[in-house]
């Protein structure tokens, strides 16, 4: 029983890799030009999200950072989960739903790109963070799943979506990754020159 729930996690995920390929390509595509027009113009790339989403916003900012598969000069990424004082000093006063809005407000210019994960799309904190960095002429890249939620109805044309077509939240986190992987090797292959694998 165990073998064949794990033979089905690998199937469903086979599944929905091949339907998200035909669906997403292009805007992924459009969240790499967005993101290399910004890091070109000397802009950065804050990332928030709760929970599993936090750890992918800080393997984001790590690749970009560090190094992704190349060496290569390091690039301004700031992960809005990682500071366990300004997220404990706003948690508590004002509250949550602002942990990552005033990092943004203190953080971040316009030009920017905020990176924002959820996988519902209905996450109050994260809203806030978009409301935030839109009203300071910041663009968005979001990425969600389950129909994209109210974060659906906040972006722009300007700003890109990228909504997993599953309501299934490992799935929909499985695809986040893969997401950021693609995110990570068009910026460098964008900034950097070199074919694709």
């Known amino acids: ?8 996690h690998f199937q469903e995920g086979a599944e929905l890799n091949t339907q998200a390929a035909t669906s997403l ?10 993101m290399f027009a910004g890091l070109s113009n000397g802009n950065r790339i804050l990332a928030c ?21 190349r060496e290569r000069l390091a690039l ?14 706003i948690g508590s006063e004002p509250d949550f739903d602002q942990v990552f809005a005033r990092q943004v407000q203190a953080f971040g210019q316009a030009g920017d790109i905020l990176l924002a994960l959820c996988t519902t799309g209905h996450s109050a904190n994260v809203l806030a963070a978009i409301d ?4 300071r002429d910041m663009r968005v890249v979001a990425l969600t799943g389950k129909g994209g939620g109210d974060i659906a109805r906040m972006l722009s044309d300007a ?9 299934r939240v490992l799935r929909i986190q ?24």
């Open 1 to 8: 029983m165990i073998k064949q729930r794990i033979l089905g």
């Open 25 to 34: 390509a292009q805007p992924i595509s459009q969240a790499v030009a967005l």
């Open 49 to 69: 999200g709760n929970g599993g989403s936090a750890a992918v916003c800080q393997y984001f900012a790590a690749q970009l950072v560090g190094s992704f598969e």
């Open 76 to 89: 301004p990424a700031l992960a809005l989960s990682t500071d366990a004082s300004i997220l404990s000093a």
């Open 132 to 135: 935030a960095a839109l009203e």
């Open 159 to 167: 700003d890109v979506h990228l909504c997993v077509p599953h309501d």
């Open 174 to 197: 499985e695809m986040h990754l893969l997401m950021v992987h693609c995110l990570c090797d068009g910026i460098d292959i964008a900034l950097f020159g070199g074919d694709a694998e």
